[in-house]
């Protein structure tokens, strides 16, 4: 079956504009997470979905980066006025809370130029 | 709150040698336990994982863990690495049954040595 897919794969930007990152969550996966992978280093996570609950965002680094899930389903990751230090791979993952296994996306490996 | 910490950053090992990943959780509630491998350039996939039932896991290409309630520990084990379990190993934690967050350790880097 489908697995969670992002888009796009790869995405380079300059410094200062803005960049979506989108999720496409496996169907009927109602907790949708989002983690930064920098090189060589681990899971930062970032913000979590779980139903209509309100998300949680503890783990956003600053006000420039904001998440929403449009209809329980597609997650959008929006980062403004890029910097070079949001290089990174963005992962998405969707659970199905009974279980709380994790799957994961291939990522988006962001390059801010 | 819980939280993962997983000691070595990175262990090496010799080809055929016991693997050995130390993983300590802290929950106030049963927990569910997993461990993820993320090989070279590729993306996270479940080792295995414990939900309660036995305490030890199997999961796979020969990996097994643990669960010990009294030492909070979800050590991952194989008796015999292989070059192709050079990989990054992420412990991760919730809490039993709830809609809480999954938690991750830090990782530990494993590099086999021919």
């Known amino acids: 079956g489908a697995g969670v897919s992002q888009s796009p794969s790869n995405k380079v930007t300059e410094k200062g504009k803005d960049v979506e990152l989108r999720c496409d969550p496996i169907?009927?996966?109602?907790?949708l997470y989002w983690y930064r992978q920098s090189l060589g280093q681990g899971l930062e996570f970032l913000i979590y979905?779980?139903?209509?609950?309100?998300?949680?965002k503890s783990g956003l680094p600053s006000d420039r980066f904001s998440a929403e899930r449009t209809g329980g389903s597609v997650s959008t990751l929006t980062i403004q006025r890029t910097q070079q230090e949001d290089s990174a791979v963005y992962l998405c993952?969707?659970?199905?809370?009974?279980?709380?296994?994790?799957?994961f996306g291939p990522g988006t490996r962001l390059t801010v130029t | 709150a819980q939280s993962v910490t997983q000691l070595g950053s990175h262990v090496s090992v010799s080809e055929g040698a016991l693997v050995l990943l130390r993983c300590n959780y802290s929950?106030?509630?049963?927990?569910?336990l997993f461990w993820y491998v993320q090989y070279p350039n590729q993306g996270l996939q479940l080792l295995l994982k414990?939900?309660?039932?036995?305490?030890l896991v199997k999961g796979i290409n020969g990996f097994e863990a643990e669960f010990k309630k009294s030492e909070t520990s979800f050590h991952l084990t194989k008796p015999s690495a292989h070059m192709s379990d050079a990989a990054e190993y992420f412990c991760?934690?919730?809490?039993?049954?709830?809609?809480?967050?999954?938690?991750f350790g830090p990782g530990t880097s494993l590099s086999v040595i021919p």
């Open positions: 993952a969707s659970s199905d809370p009974g279980t709380s296994e994790q799957y």
């Open positions: 169907s009927g996966h109602t907790a």
């Open positions: 979905f779980q139903g209509n609950s309100a998300p949680d």
């Open positions: 929950s106030s509630v049963p927990p569910y």
């Open positions: 414990y939900t309660s039932a036995a305490t």
């Open positions: 991760a934690v919730t809490k039993k049954t709830s809609y809480d967050k999954v938690i």
